[in-house]
Nanobody, 119 residues
Framework: QVQLVESGGGLVQPGGSLRLSCAAS????????MGWYRQAPGKQRELVAAFTSANRTNYADSVKGRFTISRDNAKNTVYLQMNSLKPEDTAVYYCNARRTKGIYRYDYWGQGTQVTVSS
């Protein structure tokens, strides 16, 4: 069982920065692709940033140049550094661990952390 716990959300002014953390239950980075998703009220959940199965990074066009995904293998933790925040970044942010095995896909999610960008 994979357990994910997000932290670091909060209220920030436009142009400000936040760093989100996702602590995993064990050393899973070699098995699961890690990423961040977000969902704003009335909108679909969308991919924000992820480490792909090819060990590359992938970012939504809306956050490229502003957000950076990183990880600390020793701490089993994934981070999302968010700079130059905009009001449209306001959403609940979810940590995701994904494993594909044959025709099956396994997804594990954290509880989410609220990010609000407002003056």
């Amino acid at each position: 069982q994979v357990q994910l716990v997000e932290s670091g959300g909060g209220l920030v002014q436009p142009g400000g920065s936040l760093r989100l953390s996702c602590a995993a239950s064990g050393s899973i980075f070699s098995t699961y692709a890690m990423g961040w998703y977000r969902q704003a009220p009335g909108k679909q959940r969308e991919l924000v940033a992820a480490f792909t199965s090819a060990n590359r990074t992938n970012y939504a066009d809306s956050v490229k140049g502003r957000f950076t995904i990183s990880r600390d293998n020793a701490k089993n933790t994934v981070y999302l550094q968010m700079n130059s925040l905009k009001p449209e970044d306001t959403a609940v942010y979810y940590c995701n661990a994904r494993r594909t095995k044959g025709i099956y896909r396994y997804d594990y999610w954290g509880q989410g952390t609220q990010v609000t960008v407002s003056s």
